[in-house]
């Protein structure tokens, strides 16, 4: 069974920085490109992030370049999301994604996690 488990958010003053991981199982993760989304409340599904296969290419947003890094272990069938710098818009529910063999910045249907809520707040 496909599963995809998001944790690390919470609640963080503006400049914080947060590390979200996405912990992986029933599937390799190592052939798949994995893509972090975000949703806030009455907003589009917006694609943030995307690792490849290897780790060797990865794609960002412009609202989180320069702020947001994407990393991934794929022993520990782990990819992880570190938030920088992280501003009031931030806010949203974050969660993972396959995005297939390579990044395309659409989630599989049915291949994602839950989420974890990012609030960015004084």
């Known amino acids: 069974q496909v599963q995809l488990v998001e944790s690390g958010g919470g609640l963080v003053q503006p400049g914080g920085s947060l590390n979200l991981t996405c912990v992986v199982s029933g599937f390799p993760l190592a052939n798949y490109a994995i893509g972090w989304f975000r949703q806030a409340p009455g907003k589009e599904r917006e694609g943030v992030s995307c690792?490849?296969?290897?780790?060797?290419?990865?794609v960002y947003a412009d609202t989180v370049k320069g702020r947001f890094f994407i990393s991934r272990d794929n022993p520990k069938n782990t990819v992880y999301l570190e938030m920088n710098s992280l501003k009031p818009e931030d806010t949203a529910v974050y969660y993972c994604?396959?995005?297939?063999?390579?990044?395309?910045?659409?989630?599989?249907?049915?291949?994602r996690g839950q989420g974890t809520q990012v609030t960015v707040s004084s």
């Open positions: 994604a396959i995005e297939g063999y390579t990044c395309s910045g659409d989630a599989v249907p049915g291949h």
């Open positions: 690792i490849s296969t290897g780790g060797g290419s990865t």
